[in-house]
């Protein structure tokens, strides 16, 4: 699979381009907006606080029987914080997040270590730097296994940059889980083919 079948760069103008996606009737969901911690992030209870070593990450998701999710947000993000504050609260959204998902938090001009799936050592914006991360927010799912090699970009099954209304933001976390990235349908085809269901 190339890097640039997983790399879908025309999903942000689908995700700002698409309020239909949110169509009239959608449930509102109640769950709180997340705090904001020290370092300028919305900080929801279902972000999970590891080491940062992507190899243990990605153990540790497969062994409560979840999708690894790395998510890259930075201070002051307006796109991030809209996520969090009208996408993420959405009951199923934030279900999945919490039950299917393991979602590890990146600052991308963050200074914790990051260690790569190669081994490669580096602070987080440093590292957002080799996995090529220009954009907040950026999600990177991973697959269940990867190689002692390459990077966490490199290995991901799906690498989505932007802001995306509830509809949209809720087929990507179901393509991901029905593993979508393995079969012949664009993932803007699924979205298409789905919208009106969702």
């Known amino acids: 699979m190339t890097t640039r079948r997983r790399l879908i760069t025309t999903g942000l103008a689908l995700g700002l381009a698409a309020p239909a996606l949110l169509r009239p009737g959608t449930a509102r969901a109640d769950q709180p907006v997340p705090p904001l911690g020290e370092d300028g992030l919305h900080k929801p209870d279902w972000i999970v606080e590891t080491f940062r070593d992507m190899h243990d990450d990605l153990t540790e998701a497969n062994a409560l029987g979840k999708r690894m999710l790395i ?9 991030c914080t809209r996520m969090h504050e009208t996408v993420y609260i959405d009951d199923e959204i934030n279900r999945m997040l919490r039950e299917d998902f393991f979602v590890v938090q990146m600052n991308l001009f963050g200074n914790i270590p990051v260690t790569d799936f190669d081994g490669t050592e580096r602070d987080e914006r440093d590292m957002m730097v080799r996995w090529n991360v220009v954009f907040t927010p950026t999600m990177l799912f991973m697959p269940a ?10 290995n ?43």
């Open 156 to 198: 991901a099954v799906m690498m989505m940059p932007g802001a995306f209304e509830r509809g949209t933001t809720r087929l990507m976390l179901r393509w991901v889980l029905e593993k979508g990235y393995e079969g012949d349908e664009h993932f803007q085809h699924y979205v298409a083919r789905n919208l009106g269901s969702n």
């Open 71 to 79: 998510m890259v947000e930075q201070r002051g993000c307006i796109y």
């Open 145 to 154: 296994t990867v190689p002692e090699s390459g990077t966490a970009a490199q």
